[in-house]
């Protein structure tokens, strides 16, 4: 088989996988909701700052001249970082998830009709899921040596959504 042929069935295997990931992340979750306002107050970006750092190449720049280096060292170590990564990426998405129903919910039992708050959601778990298979294709790369990968714009969705519902779920303080 030629190198093009199965680079071209990686690639269509690869979006494949990115349009089930779609629907299925566009579809609704069947874990229950703690919707609480202590929940939303718990929700924090601060929790996927070590996300943002796990895949930065300095590491592997100062494993490199360390004694001893050798590749299959830094492939090891490329693989265990991307295994954690993958556990972030879906403590993020499950997070969202729950942000995303929570949001509905909200709309659900408003007096008003809020076609802003649902062309934003909508909008946003758009980019989140896309976000999410541009994310799990670049860990291949990342994984193989071939590219960086940076999650800021994924964890600012979420924050996104976070900061939006917990502006419309009144805090426990203020209600007493």
Same mark, same amino acid.
């Given at each position: 088989?030629?190198?093009?042929?199965?680079?071209?069935?990686?690639?269509?295997?690869?979006?494949?996988?990115?349009?089930?990931?779609?629907?299925?992340?566009?579809?609704?979750?069947?874990?229950?909701?703690?919707?609480?306002?202590?929940?939303?107050?718990?929700?924090s970006v601060e929790r996927?700052?070590?996300?943002?750092?796990?895949?930065?190449?300095?590491?592997?720049?100062? /494993? =490199?001249?360390?004694?001893?280096?050798? &590749? $299959?060292?830094?492939?090891? *170590?490329?693989?265990?970082?991307? !295994?954690?990564?993958?556990?972030? /990426? =879906?403590?993020?998405?499950?997070?969202? &998830? $729950?942000?995303?129903?929570? *949001?509905?919910?909200?709309?659900? !039992?408003?007096?008003?009709?809020?076609?802003?708050?649902?062309?934003?959601?909508?909008?946003?778990?758009?980019?989140?899921?896309?976000?999410?298979?541009?994310?799990?294709?670049?860990?291949?790369?990342?994984?193989?040596?071939?590219?960086?990968?940076?999650?800021?714009?994924?964890?600012?969705?979420?924050?996104?959504?976070?900061?939006?519902?917990?502006?419309?779920?009144?805090?426990?303080?203020?209600?007493?």
């Amino acid at each position: 088989m030629s190198v093009v042929l199965i680079f071209a069935l990686v690639i269509l295997a690869a979006l494949l996988t990115a349009v089930v990931v779609l629907v299925r992340n566009l579809g609704p979750s069947g874990h229950s909701l703690p919707v609480t306002a202590e929940w939303i107050d718990e929700l924090s970006v601060e929790r996927y700052r070590p996300m943002m750092r796990l895949l930065d190449s300095g590491d592997l720049e100062f /494993l =490199r001249f360390q004694p001893g280096y050798s &590749r $299959r060292m830094e492939s090891h *170590l490329r693989a265990q970082r991307c !295994q954690i990564f993958r556990g972030y /990426l =879906r403590c993020l998405n499950m997070d969202f &998830r $729950r942000v995303t129903m929570a *949001l509905k919910l909200v709309m659900v !039992q408003s007096q008003q009709d809020r076609p802003d708050l649902a062309s934003i959601l909508i909008h946003h778990q758009v980019m989140f899921v896309s976000g999410v298979i541009a994310l799990q294709a670049r860990l291949l790369l990342y994984r193989w040596g071939g590219c960086t990968v940076d999650a800021s714009s994924l964890v600012q969705v979420f924050d996104v959504m976070r900061i939006e519902l917990r502006n419309l779920v009144p805090s426990p303080v203020s209600a007493a």
